[in-house]
Antibody
Framework: QITLKESGPTLVKPTQTLTLTCTFS??????????VGWIRQPPGKALEWLAL???????RYSPSLESRLTITKDTSKNQVVLTMTNMDPVDTATYYC????????????WGQGTLVTVSS | SYEVTQPPSVSVSPGQTASITCSGD??????TCWYQQKPGQSPVLVIY???KRPSGIPERFSGSNSGNTATLTISGTQAMDEADYYC??????????FGGGTKLTVL
């Protein structure tokens, strides 16, 4: 049974760096083809893909946010970490991590999401 | 950058067929998938690789993708299908592009 759970601060100040951790179980991020991605959703708005890391440490970023994002993995801890620099109120959103079983681009298991508010 | 477009809303009567479209340039050359999201819940994958259903997803959900349009079809729509639906396109040059979402109302 695959599960993922996001953790991190619920409130960050503008210009600060956000660090979110995705802790998962039921799969290994060293298994061929597997990836973990991050997707966010501002309140009342659409989903937006942010980043994804594959089992072989291949990393992909949203072109519009690439300069602000870093994704890393700790296979031994079953964790994936996303950092986003220079946070702004428009970055207020629910942040989800999700499992991808292969390179064909779909997310078959999602975490519950964590709401991050950016405000001074 | 690549974009896909969905209608903001679709309405359907119970028991009827609902069709939700997703449009993008040469979308048929990309993989598409569809997610269902109910209020306060995480998205759930209902169609992947254009037309495949994950285990546990009812047979009334089906998908197609050709030309510039992908379509999610819900046959015999039930009240429980009322939700927001998001298409997502993928290929190696424009990965993980989400549509703006379609609110499906069953009335």
């Amino acid at each position: 049974q695959i599960t993922l759970k996001e953790s991190g601060p619920t409130l960050v100040k503008p210009t600060q760096t956000l660090t979110l951790t995705c802790t998962f179980s039921g799969f290994s991020l060293s298994a061929s083809g597997v990836g973990v991605g991050w997707i966010r959703q501002p309140p009342g708005k659409a989903l937006e893909w942010l980043a994804l890391i594959y089992w072989d440490d291949d990393k992909r970023y949203s072109p519009s946010l690439e300069s602000r994002l870093t994704i890393t993995k700790d296979t031994s801890k079953n964790q994936v970490v996303l950092t986003m620099t220079n946070m702004d109120p428009v970055d207020t959103a629910t942040y989800y991590c999700a499992h991808s079983r292969n390179r064909f681009g779909f997310f078959d298991y999602w975490g519950q999401g964590t709401l991050v508010t950016v405000s001074s | 950058s690549y974009e896909v477009t969905q209608p903001p809303s679709v309405s359907v009567s119970p028991g009827q067929t609902a069709s939700i479209t997703c449009s993008g340039d040469k979308l048929g050359n990309k993989y598409t998938c569809w997610y269902q999201q109910k209020p306060g819940q995480s998205p759930v994958l209902v169609i992947y690789e254009d037309s495949k259903r994950p285990s546990g997803i009812p047979e009334r959900f089906s998908g197609s993708n050709s030309g510039n349009t992908a379509t999610l079809t819900i046959s015999g729509t039930q009240a429980m299908d009322e939700a927001d639906y998001y298409c997502q396109a993928w290929d190696s040059s424009a990965p993980w592009v989400f549509g703006g979402g379609t609110k499906l109302t069953v009335l």
